[in-house]
């Protein structure tokens, strides 16, 4: 039986293929393509809420839970079940966002808490390295559970109160109601 040598995988990937191993590791799970790996992607993730530095996890769960819990009420008033009655549907979209807002919120309380149990190995240590994971302690993911949560209920109360209040808001911005002149007189009486 003859021994086998360990040879370098990396040189394997060398040559004009653009696919190659993410920084030149083959054994991360993870490849580098063209556009996972181009500077305008990085910009974009980098600029994203979960990834951009300086904020607190809070702010960061608010920026968050606003942008999806003002869209998770959309598909509930479009194809839910109530969506022929007239005020059935916005309110069903609302409860629907909160719904799963609070699940959600739910499972990240429950993978904080499994993950951070006595001294967490690998990336999710205090002492991480990896730019990728801003949240490295149980209570940054409570914060950002919370925060989340806020957000995603004001996100979803103002996609409700636009829906409810569509045809004012649409005459209004239609020109068809003067603002001006309705209000003024009835603010300086």
């Known amino acids: 039986m003859a021994a086998t040598s360990q040879t370098d995988l990396s040189s394997v990937y060398e040559g004009v293929d653009p696919v190659k191993p993410y920084k030149g590791d083959p054994f991360r799970g993870n490849l580098s393509t ?9 910009a974009y993730i980098q600029n994203l809420p979960a990834y951009r530095p300086g904020l607190t996890p809070f702010m960061r769960g ?38 799963i807002t609070v699940s959600a919120c739910l499972g990240i309380s ?26 490295r302690k149980k209570e940054d993911w409570f914060q950002l559970s919370g925060g989340i949560l806020l957000g995603s209920m004001g996100g ?16 209004i911005l239609r020109g068809a109601v003067n603002v001006s002149q309705n209000l003024l007189p009835w603010i300086f009486g």
């Open 110 to 135: 429950i993978f904080a808490l499994a993950t951070f149990q006595g001294d967490p190995r690998g990336t999710y240590n205090s002492n991480s390295t990896d730019e990728l994971r801003p949240l």
């Open 62 to 99: 608010l920026e968050i839970g606003m942008a999806h819990g003002f869209f998770l009420v959309g598909p509930q008033v479009v194809v839910g079940p109530l969506r022929e009655t007239t005020h059935g549907a916005n309110l069903s979209g609302l409860i629907t966002a909160i719904y």
């Open 156 to 171: 979803a109360i103002f996609a409700y109160l636009l829906l409810e209040n569509f045809t004012e808001l649409d005459a």
């Open 34 to 42: 063209p556009f996972n790996d181009s500077p305008i992607v990085r």
